[in-house]
Nanobody, 126 residues
Framework: QLQLVESGGGLVQPGGSLTLSCTPS???????????LGWFRQAPGKEREGVSC???????NSDDSVKGRFTISIDKAKNTVYLQMNSLQPADAGTYYC?????????????????WGEGTLVTISS
């Protein structure tokens, strides 16, 4: 059974940086094609929203709210997907989830992701 394990969340001051990691177990990124991984987030009282997505061949897209600040990347040798977050703002706070599904960037939507991690909490406070 494929599982996704996120790490890297924590408390950071506004303007600070964090790097989130997502490692699949039971699934080696280098061994498969035609999949997409995404980072989603959910703040208390709000719906889950997409942040950034990356395909198996490294094509990415990101929500306008994080462009220029967040970078998604994939390291197949380490079997890990990262989300580098810079210039964090209070609006970026929430639980961040990693998800994976077959397909390309157009498949990377919250309602369509097949596998989900448990999430990692990002708190932004001075």
């Amino acid at each position: 059974q494929l599982q996704l394990v996120e790490s890297g969340g924590g408390l950071v001051q506004p303007g600070g940086s964090l790097t989130l990691s997502c490692t699949p177990s039971g699934f080696y990124l280098r061994d498969f094609s035609n999949y997409v991984l995404g980072w989603f987030r959910q703040a208390p009282g709000k719906e889950r929203e997409g942040v950034s997505c990356i395909t198996n061949d490294g094509i990415t897209n990101s929500d306008d709210s994080v462009k220029g600040r967040f970078t998604i990347s994939i390291d197949k040798a380490k079997n890990t997907v990262y989300l580098q977050m810079n210039s964090l703002q209070p609006a970026d706070a929430g639980t961040y989830y990693c998800a994976l599904t077959p397909g390309g960037l157009d498949s990377c939507v919250s309602s369509g992701m097949r596998y989900w991690g448990e999430g990692t909490l990002v708190t932004i406070s001075s």
